[in-house]
Every structure is written in C-alpha cells, then in structure tokens.
C-alpha cells in the first residue's frame, strides 16, 4: 500500500522559513516525478514545484521562485520543500505527490497524494 505521509507545517512569521518533509513507503521516489501543491482557502489547488521524471529539471511557479526549493533524498525516500522568506500569500495546505518516471515534464497527472500539512504565515 503506498502512502505519503507531509510534516513540517506549522505557523510562521513574515520572513521565516519551513521545511515541508514527505516520506514514501510503498513506491521508491527513485527516478519518480515529484512535487509539491497547495490550496489556499477559497483557492483551487496549483502546483509550485516539480522535478519531472529521470531527474529532469526543476519547475517552480512564479509565485516561489527564488525563495522555495524542492530536493529529494533517495536513501530516505524522502523529499522536501525548503520555504523561505515566507509570506501571508503562502498560507495554505501543502500536498506532495508523486507521478511516473515517464512525466518528464509535470504535465502528467500524478499517481499518489499525501494527505496535506497547514501552513499558516501570520505576525
């Protein structure tokens, strides 16, 4: 059975920074496409970072660029969103997934969703 399982939400200041973690059991992100997503309240949900499948290259929305950044560790079958210089805007649940080797691009839908984490930026 595979299953995602999202940590490191919590509240944050305007400034600050997080490390969202997802670890994998079940299916190896080994060569897998991964990303992060989220949905804000009222909001449908977007995609802000991937890494396509076979190690293609990173896509961040324009939203994040610059300040979040989207890494794996294969020996943990683990993979992270480091998030900083965060702001209100950012307040959301947080999703990763994971998709086939084949999507290269993040075009494709993803196969496996983690159950989300709150992020909350607020002074």
């Known amino acids: 059975q595979v299953q995602l399982v999202e940590s490191g939400g919590g509240l944050v200041q305007p400034g600050g920074s997080l490390r969202l973690s997802c670890t994998a059991s079940?299916?190896?992100?080994?060569?897998?496409?991964i990303a992060w997503f989220r949905q804000a309240p009222g909001k449908e949900r977007e995609k802000i970072s991937c890494i396509g499948g076979r190690y293609r290259s990173a896509y961040y929305a324009d939203s994040v660029k610059g300040r979040f950044t989207i890494s794996r560790d294969n020996a943990k079958n683990t993979m992270y969103l480091q998030m900083n210089s965060l702001k209100p805007e950012d307040t959301a649940v947080y999703y990763c997934?994971?998709?086939?080797?084949?999507?290269?691009?993040?075009?494709?839908?993803?196969?496996?969703w983690g159950k989300g984490t709150l992020v909350t930026v607020s002074s």
């Open positions: 997934a994971i998709g086939p080797s084949s999507n290269y691009y993040c075009t494709l839908a993803m196969n496996y």
């Open positions: 079940g299916v190896t992100l080994d060569e897998a496409a």
